[in-house]
């Protein structure tokens, strides 16, 4: 474990982005990621992994970028943030869910964006280098898939780092590849 200005950057990188972070901005359960329009609920399965849940997508995101023109897409921004942490990996996962057949990708790249400046504030702070990995998982309505046990299709990623998730819950160690 590395240690940096007396922190314990490894053991503490959730704590840390959990202080870092405005908790006004934290996703009301963190346990599940839901898409109230297109009546989509996900269950979140932890499997041995920590994570914290974020939702900066708040309507039209002026709390979160004023400094920004009303401007089309702009101002745009991914469903939900997820930062993990699994077997001393560190992850970000960005969750778009859709109905029908919308793009998903430009608000999972504003939200790699946001990501960027978090972790480069993150390693300003608190003095260190964190690289964490990040991907981007965009969720249709189409391909959820509403009833039975748990069914996940395996994820492979693009050269993008991002992957169409199908099935009905979302296992937070299928997406840290």
Do not use: W
Request: glycine share 6%; net charge positive; charged share 25%.
């Amino acid at each position: 474990m590395r240690q940096n200005m007396g922190i314990k950057v490894d053991a503490d990188i959730l704590s840390n982005i959990d202080n870092l972070l405005n908790s006004s901005f934290k996703a009301i359960s963190s346990n599940e990621l839901k898409e109230v329009q297109a009546d989509m609920t996900l269950p979140i399965e932890r499997f041995g992994c920590r994570h914290l849940l974020y939702s900066f997508d708040k309507g039209d995101n002026n709390s979160l970028l004023p400094f920004f023109a009303s401007q089309q897409g702009v101002k745009s921004m991914c469903d939900y943030v997820m930062f993990c942490s699994c077997n001393s990996e560190f992850y970000i996962l960005l969750v778009e869910l859709k109905t029908g057949k919308e793009q998903k990708k430009p608000q999972l790249l504003a939200g790699k964006c946001l990501v960027k400046y978090i972790i480069d504030t993150y390693n300003r702070v608190y003095a260190t280098n964190i690289a964490p990995k990040i991907r981007l998982i965009g969720i249709s309505e189409k391909f959820f898939i509403k009833k039975g046990g748990t069914k996940t299709k395996a994820v492979v990623y693009d050269k993008d780092g991002y992957v169409n998730f199908e099935g009905n819950a979302f296992c937070i160690r299928e997406f840290l590849k």
